[in-house]
T-cell receptor, first 115, second 112 residues
């Protein structure tokens, strides 16, 4: 079956611009996660959705970052006034229920480059 | 604070077993050991997890020491496609725990 998909695969933008990154989770998965991975490091948690609501957004670095999941399926990570330090691979994952799930299924990521 | 310690890199020969160590000396009684791997340009992929018994699945085996302070992931017959970064993660499997806390992992290179 289809896995988690993310678009675009690559995004190059200029400092100060606004970007949106999209995640399509596995159908039927109620839990959705965003992580950010800087070069040479492991992924870092950003935000977790259970259904339509953000159950935990404690990993978002500042208020320039925002994510939505209006219908409980597709999610969009939004970054305002991008900075060079935002350059990273943004990973999305989904799981069946969230809590007590053993496995999170990851997408291939969106590589964001801020010039 | 890092909950796990892994060697930064290791090589292994194709067709041989690859033994990946992980130290988790501060692990709590209700924390599980999880392994994920990340092949270049892909997202992480779940491999296996365990609490205190050894576990085996179609991908790998997980050996956890009796005191649970360390574990070893075993890839029984490594192939070139097993070249990846392998992450050892400790995690409580409970209702309000869902984050995966990745460290830097071990970069495993399988050589022909």
């Amino acid at each position: 079956g289809a896995g988690v998909s993310q678009t675009p695969s690559n995004k190059v933008t200029e400092k100060g611009k606004y970007v949106e990154l999209r995640c399509d989770p596995i159908s039927g998965h109620t839990a959705l996660y965003w992580y950010r991975q800087s070069l040479g490091q492991g992924p870092e948690f950003l935000i977790y959705f259970q259904g339509t609501g953000a159950a935990d957004d404690s990993g978002l670095p500042n208020d320039r970052f925002f994510a939505v999941r209006p219908e409980g399926s597709v999610s969009t990570l939004k970054i305002q006034r991008t900075e060079r330090g935002d350059s990273a691979v943004y990973l999305c994952a989904s799981s069946l229920k969230g809590r007590n799930d053993n496995e999170q299924f990851f997408g291939p990521g969106t590589r964001l480059t801020v010039l | 604070d890092a909950k796990t310690t892994q060697p930064p890199s290791m090589d292994c020969a194709e067709g041989r077993a690859a033994n990946l160590p992980c130290n988790h000396s501060t692990i709590s009684g209700n924390e599980y050991v999880y392994w994920y791997r990340q092949i270049h340009s892909q997202g992480p992929q779940y491999i296996i997890h365990g609490l205190k018994n050894n576990e085996t699945n179609e991908m790998a085996s997980l050996i956890i020491t009796e005191d649970r302070k360390s574990s070893t992931l075993i890839l029984p017959h490594a192939t070139l496609r097993d070249t990846a970064v392998y992450y050892c993660i400790v995690r409580v499997l409970r209702s309000n725990d869902y984050k995966l806390s990745f460290g830097a992992g071990t970069t495993v290179t399988v050589r022909a």
